[in-house]
């Protein structure tokens, strides 16, 4: 008899997992055809070489599960109350339980607004490019030897663009996400702003990933969106993210700040929560029926917009203008590349994507300290910049 109500209790249990995993689920279409790609990252704090993708964490009605793909294969993990062991035993790193509880604690915050800061490290466009990233912030002491904060109070920001291009998206979000975290433990503060591809991929518009997340979200059983739902770690993490922040006398917006944006009296804490309620994740139909949302997501709108590079470019003193408006003294911004991070209307503007995304070992980050603006290079030099 007791064999037979174990029998049955492994029955149920199993049909209950399947149950809950399909619940996850949403199958595309078979005939479909997919690219494979089994790039390896080249840096990893990962404990495995041979991680394809993952991990991502789904979380629906407080039923968590851990998805990963292992040499073109699905892996899962029911996750038991808080046993995250599963994390550390195949990605090499510790996963906290509270991590996921602040984020639904955590309330919106739209105004965005940062005093006192003495030193900041921003980079921008980082488009999958997870080795040149780690090599960045190691050269500049903002991570140690083993992926931790190391940057004490000072602050990170991270001007957009992590997701798409590259094939190390998902190792760059999970630093990043980790980082924040920890920077939170010592005084400091990580920023992510959200760019166009983080738009594009959380509205279902996949025109730039990588070849290998098409293979992984098909294993997944999902579409790449579907790694960024609301019922995932990553899509809420990033649906709690601005547009537009300000540090000291400083914009900080991942395209820049248009004249048009202004005269229509858009302000930092009106945007991001604009972005946040009516554009993440919402039905191109619907974004494109209202003229408001049609603007920010437009050539115009502060994720798209090239007007200080591009013609006809803006004059400085309609960049006065716009300082004015927000009463500051500099925009820092990515989007649009350069070989170098540069400075345009005597330095009022800094353009910060140098070409990460362009493949090599290659880019730059910039360096706020002693109340002066320094780029930093992938070996460490630092050079003012004027």
């Known amino acids: ?28 279409n078979e005939n479909e055809e997919y690219l494979n790609n089994n790039e390896s990252p080249q840096v990893s704090y990962f404990g495995e070489e041979n991680i394809t993708d993952g991990p991502y964490i789904f979380i629906k009605n407080n039923v968590k599960i851990v998805k990963w793909i292992s040499k073109d294969r699905l892996k899962q993990k029911l996750i038991v109350g808080d046993n995250y062991k599963v ?60 992926f931790n904060w190391n940057y004490a109070d000072g602050h990170l920001i991270i001007l957009g663009d992590i997701l798409d291009r590259g094939p190390q998206v998902t190792e760059s979000l999970w630093l990043i996400f980790r980082l924040e975290q920890q920077a939170k433990l010592h005084g ?39 790694l960024f739902s609301e019922e995932t770690l990553f899509g809420k993490w990033l ?32 945007t991001n929560k604009l972005f946040a309620e009516n554009i993440v994740g919402n039905s191109w139909d619907k974004i494109l029926a209202d003229s408001t949302l049609t603007f920010m997501m437009d050539k115009n709108g502060p994720i798209w917009y090239r007007g200080y590079w591009e013609n006809p470019k803006l004059m400085e003193y309609q960049v006065d203008h716009v300082l004015r408006y927000f009463d500051v003294n500099h925009i820092i911004v990515g989007h649009t590349s350069f070989s170098n991070i540069v400075s345009l209307y005597n330095g009022k503007i800094f353009g910060i994507d140098s070409k990460i995304k362009s493949g090599g070992i290659y880019g730059e980050l910039l360096i706020y300290k002693n109340q002066s603006f320094y780029r930093g290079a992938i070996d460490g030099s630092v050079k003012k910049l004027e």
């Not at 509880?101 to 490019?129: C, M």
């Not at 503060?189 to 990588?210: A, C, P, Q, S, T």
């Open 1 to 28: 008899m007791k064999l037979i109500f174990k029998k049955i209790s492994i029955c149920v249990f199993g049909l209950l997992f399947i149950w809950i995993n399909l619940s996850f689920t949403n199958p595309l």
């Open 87 to 146: 994390i550390k035993r195949n990605f090499g790193f510790d996963f906290q339980p509270e991590w996921i509880e602040n984020l639904k604690e955590s309330e919106p915050d739209y105004e965005q607004k940062y005093e006192n800061v003495e030193n900041f490290i921003a980079i921008s466009d980082i488009h999958g490019r997870y080795d040149v990233l780690v090599k960045l912030l190691s050269e500049h002491n903002v991570i140690d030897k083993d």
């Open 188 to 226: 400091g503060k990580v920023h992510v702003l959200l760019g166009n591809h983080e738009l594009m991929v959380l509205n279902d518009d996949f025109r730039y990933i990588h070849e290998k997340y098409i293979k992984s979200s098909q294993l997944m059983f999902t579409t790449y969106s579907g």
């Open 239 to 270: 649906r709690q993210k601005p547009i537009i922040v300000t540090i000291n006398d400083i914009v900080f917006v991942h395209a820049g700040i248009s004249t048009d944006f202004i005269i229509q009296g858009f302000t930092r804490e009106k």
